[in-house]
């Protein structure tokens, strides 16, 4: 019977291992996961989780104490969940992600993109597109788009809805926007965001990592990305959980 070879990476990875390796498994340590042919890998924190994504890497990943909008196990689950991957006890589910263009750069977010201003108590004015469709210009100090697993994250902190998992739609959301009525949207992608008043530098964040600054007038470009298949185990909890 095959060997399972199972990637760790993260916070605790060499210990981890340990414990893939007395399972049966066969491990795969640190940033090697990234490049080899490991059968699925266990992202010890959201860095790891995101430094997996950032590969393109095609192996399934278990996400560990990444963050509730990510699911996964806790630090607390993961030797029993470390053994059912080197077990191969574990089915695979894809989870959405964005493709986010801007200029030419072009990155992958699996839970929220985000766009706020650089300063404090400064705003600026952001429009809003669906397939092509105006829908709204809001003047904010950000606005968050997420998937239906980032809608459980900062987008559910700045007051917009929760998506199901299975749901075909964006949760786009502004922060602390300057009106009385509070505003928020379920859109389809593909989708946009324009700055197009800015009254301090605009920042733009995908998945909480810095990628610069959104030009004035320039859109940020937002639509379905490659599937992230995602190993879940007997301990996992759904994205949400507390």
Do not use: C, K
């Given at each position: 019977?095959?060997?399972?070879?199972?990637?760790?990476?993260?916070?605790g990875?060499?210990?981890?291992?340990?414990?893939?390796?007395?399972?049966?498994?066969?491990?795969?340590?640190?940033?090697?996961?990234?490049?080899?042919?490991?059968?699925?890998?266990?992202?010890?924190?959201?860095?790891?989780?995101?430094?997996?994504?950032?590969?393109?890497?095609?192996?399934?990943?278990?996400?560990?104490?990444?963050?509730?909008?990510?699911?996964?196990?806790?630090r607390?689950?993961?030797?029993?969940?470390?053994?059912?991957?080197?077990?191969?006890?574990?089915?695979?589910?894809?989870?959405p992600?964005?493709?986010v263009?801007?200029?030419?750069t072009?990155?992958?977010?699996?839970?929220?993109?985000?766009?706020?201003t650089d300063?404090?108590?400064?705003?600026?004015?952001?429009?809003?597109?669906?397939?092509?469709?105006?829908?709204?210009?809001?003047?904010?100090?950000?606005?968050?788009?997420?998937?239906?697993?980032?809608s459980?994250?900062?987008?559910?902190?700045?007051?917009?809805?929760?998506?199901?998992?299975?749901a075909?739609a964006?949760?786009?959301?502004?922060?602390?926007p300057?009106?009385?009525?509070?505003v928020?949207?379920?859109?389809?992608?593909?989708?946009?965001?324009?700055?197009?008043?800015?009254?301090?530098?605009?920042?733009?964040?995908?998945?909480?990592?810095?990628?610069?600054?959104?030009?004035?007038?320039?859109?940020?470009e937002?639509?379905?990305?490659?599937?992230?298949?995602?190993?879940?185990?007997?301990?996992?909890?759904?994205?949400?959980?507390?």
């Open positions: 019977m095959a060997v399972t070879r199972v990637g760790v990476l993260g916070d990875a060499t210990a981890a291992a340990d414990v893939v390796r007395d399972a049966g498994g066969e491990a795969v340590v640190g940033d090697e996961a990234l490049d080899s042919d490991a059968d699925v890998v266990a992202a010890l924190g959201e860095d790891a989780l995101l430094d997996v994504l950032a590969t393109g890497a095609g192996a399934p990943v278990l996400p560990v104490s990444a963050g509730s909008e990510y699911g996964g196990v806790t607390d689950d993961l030797p029993d969940a470390l053994a059912a991957l080197a077990t191969d006890d574990y089915e695979v589910d894809d989870r992600t964005l493709a263009g801007v200029g030419e072009r990155v992958r977010a699996l839970a929220d993109v985000m766009l706020v300063e404090p108590a400064r705003i600026s004015e952001y429009a809003v597109t669906t397939q092509g469709r105006d829908v709204d210009e809001v003047r904010a100090d950000g606005v968050v788009v997420a998937t239906p697993a980032g459980h994250g900062y987008a559910a902190d700045a007051g917009g809805p929760l998506l199901s998992a299975d075909d964006l949760a786009v959301v502004p922060v602390a300057f009106r009385v009525e509070r928020e949207w379920v859109l389809n992608a593909p989708a946009s965001v324009t700055v197009v008043r800015e009254e301090a530098d605009v920042a733009l964040f995908v998945d909480g990592r810095d990628h610069g600054f959104a030009a004035p007038h320039g859109s940020v937002l639509d379905w990305g490659e599937p992230f298949p995602v190993a879940v185990v007997a301990a996992s909890r759904g994205v949400g959980f507390e």
